[in-house]
């Protein structure tokens, strides 16, 4: 199995986490501005509400002008009300072709309410947006009202000024206007980017991450106490017996045979080569074999075929056969027999012996 070079990989990780964090840390720096720390109110002191209406071009505009109109209101802590809604009663020949959806943001002291309108017009003339009131009960339950400034919007023809009937009825219609594109929604933008480079990585860079470590922990080597534990072919040859004792193959319990002679001799393999065969899958096992020099190229196919053979038994519920079974023990005492440790000779004995010899 390939594997990414482990300082490519811990370089790679670096970057996309400082990125991220960077990302992160400007976002909610830029989210908690207005949170955290929101600018004051506009009103006076003395004023407990303030409305306005507010356009976001200047006048005048000409018939069938897009007119974006916000009506704002600044309010202290403690004051209940209700947005008061702009009617045909307050628009005269204005005409309303879209009402947002109130928006709040808070304020030192208070908070600000925003509904935005988009007013449309095909009266020439100018026109006034007047009998505003709102109703609020201060934190004492009084009940007040406050009236919003009215606002004059002009709105001019699109025909040249100082012509008579015949020469407008001699001028050319000219074609439509191009529509305006949209203006960047930077908010929705930022936190798109930001989603996305979550959900990529969790989807590709925290998977390889785990991998890595995996294969990392996998591969590498690790002590094992020799002092405190039997050599590692006599505890296999044990394991051995106890499943003859079970006598799985006459009861047909195929699946807990393979999967115990499995488990025995990755155990094995696992305790004399100090590798994590136990915590491998087939593949990485498989693969990790091929690498490794201290085994036979034939032990290597053998461990190969038993292990493709456990693995269809395992998973694919094949039904291998008692002589085929018997084969596969036979492999795997065989394996152990060919690849134990040899004893170390005992030099004490070897002196003493060659002391007897001498005359």
């Keep these: 199995m390939a594997w990414f070079p482990p300082k490519l990989m811990k370089k790679v990780c670096q970057i996309l986490g400082i990125t991220f964090g960077l990302l992160l840390f400007f976002s909610l720096a830029w989210w908690s501005h207005h949170y955290l720390f929101p600018p ?18 200047e006048a005048p505009f000409q018939i069938g002008d897009l007119i974006q109109l916000t009506l704002e209101i600044e309010s202290r802590h403690g004051i209940s009300y209700q947005m008061p809604k702009l009617t045909t009663g307050n628009l005269g020949s204005l005409e309303i072709k879209r009402t947002g959806l109130p928006l709040e943001e808070r304020r030192r002291g208070g908070n600000l309410r925003q509904i935005h309108y988009t007013l449309t017009s095909l009266e020439v003339g100018e026109h006034e947006i007047s009998d505003l009131t709102i109703h609020y009960q201060t934190a004492a339950g009084t009940e007040k009202k406050y009236s919003i400034a009215p606002l004059k919007i002009k709105i001019k023809s699109v025909l040249p000024p100082n012509l008579s009937s015949e020469e407008l009825l001699a001028l050319q219609i000219k074609g439509a206007k191009k529509p305006l ?19 990529c990585l969790i989807i590709f860079i925290l998977p390889k991450v785990a991998l890595f470590n995996k294969a990392k922990k996998i591969l590498e080597p690790f002590e094992i106490n020799v002092a405190a534990k039997e050599p590692a072919h006599l505890v296999a040859l044990q394991k051995l017996d106890k499943i003859k004792g079970q006598k799985y193959l006459a009861k047909g319990h195929y699946l807990q045979y393979y999967r115990d002679l499995s488990d025995c001799i990755r155990e094995y393999l696992e305790n004399r080569f100090h590798i994590r065969a136990l915590e491998m899958t087939t593949p990485e096992f498989l693969a990790h074999l091929l690498q490794n020099n201290s085994l036979s190229t034939k032990v290597k196919h053998s461990l190969q075929g038993f292990s493709e053979m456990a693995d269809l038994v395992k998973f694919a519920k094949h039904m291998p056969g008692p002589l085929q079974a018997e084969q596969d023990f036979q492999l795997i005492e065989d394996i152990i027999d060919l690849t134990k440790e040899e004893p170390a000779p ?8 060659d002391q007897k010899s001498s005359p």
């Design 40 to 57: 004051p109110l506009s009103i006076a002191k003395e004023e407990p509400i303030a409305g306005r209406l507010v356009l976001e071009k």
């Design 181 to 199: 594109p949209l203006p960047p929604q930077w908010k929705y933008l930022i936190i798109g980017i930001l989603l996305t480079l979550i959900i």
């Design 346 to 353: 005992n030099n004490n004995q070897n002196n003493h012996s």
